[in-house]
């Protein structure tokens, strides 16, 4: 008997099987690492600066257009301010937290209180900025 020839008989039969493929489950822990992340003292005092931040630059930046001035440098936000200021202001407001819910649901530990601390800081250098251009005059 030679193999593969097809001449010879088949001594055991062969049943169909069927198999089947099932993935594993995809576990989405982000609101389990949102709800951790809103218990840490530091992230909840990282949301409130970064929210009144955002806040002080929108009241600085309207002082600072009310003079006329002044003109938005951001080519994006200065089409929307020209359409609606308070919708643009809005956006912005709506866009930063939206991030930053992002940031507390998807990031653990450390990572979520330093990406916090960065937008923090650059969220508070517009309204300095800001105020020392109102200032100056």
Not at 66 to 94: D, G, I, Q, T, W
């Amino acid at each position: 008997m030679s193999v593969g020839t097809g001449e010879e008989r088949r001594v055991r039969r062969v049943g169909v099987g069927i198999v089947e493929l099932v993935s594993e489950p995809v576990v989405d822990r982000s609101l389990e690492t949102l709800k951790a992340n809103l218990r840490d003292r530091v992230v909840l005092y990282l949301l409130a600066i970064l929210l009144v931040a955002q806040t002080a630059d929108i009241v600085t930046t309207s002082a600072a257009l009310a003079n006329h001035r002044y003109v938005e440098e951001n080519p994006l936000f200065r089409v929307l301010l020209a359409h609606s200021p308070p919708a643009a202001y809005a956006v912005k407001l709506l866009t930063v937290m939206w991030l930053a819910l992002l940031a507390v649901g998807y990031l653990r530990g450390r990572r979520v209180a330093v990406a916090l601390c960065l937008a923090a800081a650059v969220s508070l250098s517009a309204p300095l900025l800001n105020f020392a251009l109102l200032l100056r005059g």
